[in-house]
């Protein structure tokens, strides 16, 4: 059918999460799992507005649309390299929780950089 396959979607989030991490917080996962922080996604989801083809070049803004004391919301947005064209939109909720699997309080960076916002 020459359309990326939608499970890509997921991938394309999580890459996109993972460089706004780097990017806007400077940080890493690397670093968060250090520190003792680990965020799994406890939810998912996706809205499918057009397909993605073959070898297109493509643009995800990427931003934390909900910060709670344990919790937060990213959102994404997918467009094509113009932003002319939005493919999908999503979200992810990502719990915190400690090196016992136990929920703990995100690293003030989160809620700073939410707030600041």
């Known amino acids: 059918m020459a359309v990326v396959y939608y499970a890509e979607y997921l991938y394309f989030f999580e890459r ?7 990017n806007i917080l400077s940080l890493s996962y690397y670093q968060l799992e250090q ?3 680990f965020l799994p996604v ?3 989801d996706c809205t499918y507005k057009h397909s993605i083809r073959y070898d297109e070049y493509i643009q ?4 934390i649309s909900q910060c709670k004391r344990a919790s937060l919301i990213f959102s ?5 390299e113009e932003k002319s064209t939005l493919y ?3 979200t992810t909720t990502l719990a915190c929780i400690d090196r016992n ?11 700073t950089k939410y707030n600041a916002l």
Do not use: M, S, W
Not at 16 to 22: H, N
Not at 60 to 63: A, C, E, G
Not at 76 to 80: A, H, R
Not at 101 to 111: E, R, S, Y
């Open 60 to 63: 995800i803004k990427t931003y």
């Open 16 to 22: 996109a999460r993972t460089e706004y991490i780097r």
């Open 35 to 37: 520190q003792g922080y």
């Open 101 to 111: 699997g136990k929920p703990c309080k995100l690293p003030d960076i989160f809620t």
């Open 88 to 90: 999908a939109l999503g």
């Open 42 to 44: 406890t939810h998912v």
């Open 76 to 80: 994404y947005e997918i467009y094509n």
